[in-house]
């Protein structure tokens, strides 16, 4: 039987353990001979790598483990690469949260300033994680990506590495499915959807079951509850603290707005950005709840692993670590299956430009994936899409041509960003706190010229 060897960079994510459980779940579909953990900070990797360890040996004694931060040892000959890398960690998405709320915008770890800031921080450690793999790894190797922002990710890959073997995937439309099945009654697999967008911008535009068309019966719920199950801890606890909450909540007044089509949850950040300001703590934002919740919750369980060897049920499979799987499988057997991705648009949509990365559904085969035609899309969508493709794509050009003016407009651009002079005081705010991180941004004129 083919065994496969898997890398997972950024083995010291919260999300690991749950990972690694929903590949257990699976090894019959994906034999594994071995997982390698490779981080650049080791410390952390290690605890992580415990429970991983742990969740492991519940299942298995034949899979070899290897803890590395040396790029050689982790990805020499494997299958498979998972990256899951957070550059800066959760101290600069405090920041990239914090920050804007100072002067009054969203603040957020995918969208809006922060989204772009944590952007400036991650194309060129993608890139050399490309690298790191293209040198090492099997030539047939992918790399299956949820590092975010991974709407500029992925266009920054398809900038600077446009053959790399990469597919950016994100969990948030599972996500959404998971919650409409809920509602709905069925299984999350049954639901057969159409979707169009960038990623964490996009629109549902067809929710079926066996032929039949039950967006009315969602339009109905949503009108009363937003998109909530009635206990989502139920279905998955990682989306039922109080932030997550209100998201889904939040799709009430967007669909009230505009009922055609339902929205990915992160459009609120977009089409309700005062509100969610309102509504915001400046000093406790979502950074803080995950330190204080997942983070902490996961080295407490570690450390109480090690002393008693007891492993408390902590790493549930929720549609995170199920859906990066499902699309790895999809790849390993060939087998085509449908998921919403990102690929490059190259006409799939014809109203949008041909090099943007956007996310409908694709079939997941072993040479990538092969979108579906979406055909065009209605003026309202494509224009918040330009505008938001336009942000990202000029921030890309500020990263690699390290030009001051171009990262100023990426955020003027940005539909959360009320004015240029907003975007000027929070991007110099963010230049100073990412001094570590960020390539230089020069300015091409003297301020005032
Ligand atoms: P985390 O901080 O717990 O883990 C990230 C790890 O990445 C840390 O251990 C850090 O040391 C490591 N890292 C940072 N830079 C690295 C580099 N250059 N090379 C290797 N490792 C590096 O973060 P988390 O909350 O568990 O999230 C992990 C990542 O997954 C984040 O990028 C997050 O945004 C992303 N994520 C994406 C989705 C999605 O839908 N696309 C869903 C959930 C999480
Ligand atoms: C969703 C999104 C991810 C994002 C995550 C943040 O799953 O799809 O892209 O990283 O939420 O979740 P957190 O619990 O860290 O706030
Ligand atoms: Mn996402």
């Not at 009054?104 to 772009?116: A, D």
Request: charged share 25%.
């Amino acid at each position: 039987m083919k065994t496969y060897k898997l890398a997972i960079a950024g083995g010291g994510s919260t999300y690991t353990p749950g990972i690694v459980r929903s590949l257990m779940d699976r090894l019959e579909d994906l034999p594994l001979s071995e997982i390698r953990f490779y981080d650049i900070d080791g410390e952390r990797q290690s605890k992580v790598v415990v429970a991983a360890k742990a969740v492991i040996a519940e299942y298995t004694d034949s899979i070899k483990v290897i803890d590395t931060t040396e790029p050689e040892t982790a990805f020499d000959d494997v299958d498979f690469v998972f990256a899951q890398m957070r550059v800066g960690k959760y101290a600069m998405r405090e920041l990239d949260e914090k920050i804007p709320l100072s002067h009054g915008v969203v603040g957020q770890e995918t969208c809006g300033p922060g989204g772009l800031a944590y952007g400036l921080r991650t194309i060129f450690p993608m890139v050399e994680l490309i690298d790191f793999v293209e040198k090492y790894a099997k030539e047939s190797c992918w790399i299956v990506n949820y590092s975010n922002p991974a709407s500029i990710v992925a266009e920054g890959v398809r900038k600077l590495r446009p053959n790399a073997k990469v597919i950016n995937i994100c969990d948030m439309p599972v996500a959404t499915m998971r919650n409409m099945a809920g509602i709905l009654g069925v299984n999350r697999e049954d639901l057969v959807v159409d979707y169009f967008g960038l990623n964490h911008f996009g629109w549902f535009t067809k929710v079926e079951v066996d032929g039949v068309d039950r967006l009315p019966e969602l339009r109905e719920h949503i009108s009363k509850w937003g998109l909530l199950t009635e206990d989502i801890s139920k279905i998955d606890y990682r989306h039922a603290d109080a932030s997550w909450i209100k998201t889904f909540k939040n799709i009430k007044p967007i669909m009230d707005f505009f009922p055609d089509y339902i929205p990915n949850p992160y459009l609120q950040y977009y089409l309700l950005p005062d509100y969610i300001v309102e509504n915001s703590n400046k000093e406790y934002t979502r950074a803080n709840e995950v330190m204080d919740g997942r983070e902490q919750s996961l080295f407490e369980t570690v450390r109480k692993f090690e002393e008693t060897g007891i492993l408390d049920d902590a790493f549930h499979v929720g549609v995170h670590g199920i859906f990066i799987v499902d699309v790895t499988i999809s790849i390993a057997q060939n087998l085509a299956k449908r998921y919403l991705v990102m690929v490059e648009n190259k006409g799939t949509i014809p109203n949008l430009p041909a090099d943007a990365m956007i996310e409908v559904p694709a079939l997941i085969t072993s040479k990538g994936p092969v979108p579906e035609y979406v055909g065009e899309i209605p003026y309202f969508h494509k224009a918040m899409i330009d505008q938001q493709l336009a942000s990202e794509k000029i921030l890309v050009e500020a990263i690699t041509e390290g030009s001051y003016e171009k990262a100023l407009q990426a955020f003027t651009l940005n539909k959360t960003i009320p004015s240029a002079i907003v975007a000027k005081k929070i991007l110099d705010d963010l230049i100073e706190a990412n001094k570590e991180y960020w390539p230089t941004l020069t300015k091409k004129y003297q301020e005032g010229v």
